[in-house]
């Protein structure tokens, strides 16, 4: 049974990519969406790529029941993820204004990929209330 605050983790991370469609298209209509929708779309859901170091310490009998674990689990929360940390999350954020000044396109990858790890560290410290692993000192 899949638990409630994961249903809405996973409902708004399918959402994620709208919202911040919208949000471009309103701030610059005259943007090229063959170059943005790529980097919303890619920039919202790369950060979860660390997941895939949990596929190396358990075995699952298949990349779907892998899939199933993470849509249904908060355990995988508990892992030492690469980029779900606060370190990661400052250096995007400083990034952000001067990456998007040179190239707006790699700016919306940025913007997508600070507003997936924001989405999930309310996910783990409001509806998981596990939040041990954004720490530093938790894996320095």
Do not use: C
Not at 38 to 54: C, E, V, W
Not at 77 to 92: E, G, Q, Y
Not at 111 to 131: G, N
């Amino acid at each position: 049974m899949i638990k409630k605050g994961v249903m809405l983790h996973n409902l708004a991370h399918l959402n994620l990519p709208i919202l911040i469609f919208l949000l471009v298209v309103y701030l610059k209509p005259t943007i090229n969406l063959l170059l943005a929708i790529p980097a919303i779309i890619i920039g919202s859901y790369l950060p979860d790529i660390d997941h895939y170091n949990i596929w190396k310490k358990v075995k699952f009998e298949s990349r779907k029941n892998f899939l199933k674990y993470l849509l249904t689990s908060d355990r995988y929360r508990k892992a030492f993820l690469v980029f779900h940390n606060f370190l990661t999350l400052l250096i995007l954020v400083v990034a952000l204004p001067i990456v998007n000044i040179y190239n707006i396109y790699v700016g919306i990858f940025l913007l997508s990929f600070i507003a997936h790890l924001i989405l999930d560290f309310l996910t783990d410290k409001l509806l998981i209330k596990q939040h041990g692993h954004w720490k530093l000192k938790s894996w320095i």
